[in-house]
T-cell receptor
Framework: DSGVTQTPKHLITATGQRVTLRCSPR?????VYWYQQSLDQGLQFLIQ???????AKGNILERFSAQQFPDLHSELNLSSLELGDSALYFC??????????????FGSGTRLTVV | KNEVEQSPQNLTAQEGEFITINCSYS?????LHWLQQHPGGGIVSLFM???GKKKHGRLIATINIQEKHSSLHITASHPRDSAVYIC??????????????FGQGTILTVHP
């Protein structure tokens, strides 16, 4: 167990639907990152939150949104789902901004299948 | 051209062989990470490097900042080392500081 908890582990849903992925960071970590891993695009950075505030945005679609709550857990909301959204979604956390002493801790991922 | 390039994309070895995976990047970075992903998906961080060399067990990682190149070596490879190894670089400033940019991964298979 890495200390980063992602739920659910697997999700199967239909096109057009909306889902919420949840991430609880490692205890004490303030930053949460979301990544998408698909077969054709590999791993891509989606978005980062630090202590409740959005810090950086990557290749995140407008249909996707995220937030980090006061207890530091984060949710990634995916709406109007398309077949191409099928992927592994990873969450990672770090203590502050990753500095020279700190790295990332990854969760085990949520596998989303859109049918 | 991708900002992070790994080679080889696929690597097959016999147990006991010395393995090298290479990573080249084209952007300024604050650190480079080597990640391991086993079938089933979970990602484990192996090393974080900003200079020099690190060793953990049979794994060695090196980085040359001037040449923008890093290598991951596995000595005395074992079938349990079979996994995807991913190089990722962390941005060097501003809002890119925290985000990782990933290589496409190297699929390593070690046969007994």
């Amino acid at each position: 167990d890495s200390g980063v908890t992602q739920t659910p582990k697997h999700l199967i849903t239909a096109t057009g639907q909306r889902v919420t992925l949840r991430c609880s960071p490692r205890s004490g970590d303030l930053s949460v990152y979301w990544y998408q891993q698909s077969l054709d695009q590999g791993l891509q950075f989606l978005i980062q939150y630090y202590n409740g505030e959005e810090r950086a945005k990557g290749n995140i679609l407008e249909r996707f949104s995220a937030q980090q709550f006061p207890d530091l857990h984060s949710e990634l909301n995916l709406s109007s789902l398309e077949l191409g959204d099928s992927a592994l979604y990873f969450c990672a956390s770090s203590p502050l901004f990753p500095g020279r002493r700190y790295g990332y801790t990854f969760g085990s991922g949520t596998r989303l299948t859109v049918v | 051209k991708n900002e992070v390039e790994q080679s080889p994309q696929n690597l097959t070895a016999q147990e006991g062989e010395f393995i090298t995976i290479n990573c080249s990047y084209s952007v300024g970075i604050s650190a480079l990470h080597w990640l391991q992903q086993h079938p089933g998906g979970g990602i484990v961080s192996l090393f974080m490097l900003s200079s020099g060399k690190k060793k953990h067990g049979r794994l060695i990682a090196t980085i040359n900042i001037q040449e923008k190149h890093s290598s991951l070596h596995i000595t005395a490879s074992h079938p349990r080392d079979s996994a995807v190894y991913i190089c990722a670089v962390r941005g060097s400033g501003g809002t890119s500081y925290g985000k990782l940019t990933f290589g496409q991964g190297t699929i390593l298979t070690v046969h007994p």
